[in-house]
T-cell receptor, first 116, second 116 residues
Framework: EAGVAQSPRYKIIEKRQSVAFWCNPISGHATLYWYQQILGQGPKLLIQFQNNGVVDDSQLPKDRFSAERLKGVDSTLKIQPAKLEDSAVYLCASSLRRSEERNTIYFGEGSWLTVV | AQTVTQSQPEMSVQEAETVTLSCTYD???????LFWYKQPPSRQMILVIR??????QNATENRFSVNFQKAAKSFSLKISDSQLGDAAMYFC?????????????FGKGTRLSVIA
């Protein structure tokens, strides 16, 4: 079974530029999460989707970050304009309904962003 | 809101020895799940072990076991017969069991070094 796919793996941009990250969850997983992990810290939830609807985006900096999950499958996370403090790894994760798969959330390999 | 605290930023262990990583959490909920994830330099989150709060028996997975103390809100990870491949960041995470798919809340992590 294919895992959570993310691209690009690495991206370097200048501040005030824009960047987009793509995520393809495990087939059949209705719930998709985007986490931001700054160096030396644990991952922090940015946004959670259930199918194509947003469940929680309370920690998403909406003045510069946006995310969508059209058709309830793939998702994109966009940052525009980027700031230096956005340098982080952006982790995508997915899961089935909680009653299945013993509550396991599966993670992709992450997209590393460096803003210079 | 739930919080997870890992008080040991770094730990080291001799190969073949045993090490214990500490984790405490704060919640007012009675039903939840706890996890330990391993994150190697590649940054992909790998599930090590999970514990359901309603279970009194501590979870074990081969060389990995937990000491779950619900009253004390403590959830430590013990790694026995440590191997060089165990070197990584380890994150403790909490997941609410309330209805709907809830996200993981992570601690700041503990960096484990294994000395040959």
């Amino acid at each position: 079974e294919a895992g959570v796919a993310q691209s690009p793996r690495y991206k370097i941009i200048e501040k005030r530029q824009s960047v987009a990250f793509w995520c393809n969850p495990i087939s059949g997983h209705a719930t998709l999460y985007w986490y931001q992990q700054i160096l030396g810290q644990g991952p922090k939830l940015l946004i959670q989707f259930q199918n194509n609807g947003v469940v929680d985006d309370s920690q998403l900096p909406k003045d510069r970050f946006s995310a969508e999950r059209l058709k309830g499958v793939d998702s994109t996370l966009k940052i525009q304009p980027a700031k230096l403090e956005d340098s982080a790894v952006y982790l995508c994760a997915s899961s089935l309904r909680r009653s299945e798969e013993r509550n396991t959330i599966y993670f992709g390999e992450g997209s590393w962003l460096t803003v210079v | 809101a739930q919080t997870v605290t890992q008080s040991q930023p770094e730990m080291s262990v001799q190969e073949a020895e045993t090490v214990t990583l500490s984790c405490t959490y704060d919640t007012s909920e009675s039903d939840y799940y706890l996890f330990w994830y391993k994150q190697p330099p590649s940054r992909q989150m790998i599930l090590v072990i999970r514990q359901e709060a309603y279970k009194q028996q501590n979870a074990t997975e081969n060389r990995f076991s937990v000491n779950f103390q619900k009253a004390a809100k403590s959830f430590s990870l013990k790694i026995s017969d440590s191997q060089l491949g165990d070197a990584a960041m380890y994150f403790c995470a909490y997941r609410s069991a309330k209805s709907g798919n809830t996200p993981l809340v992570f601690g700041k992590g503990t960096r484990l070094s294994v000395i040959a």
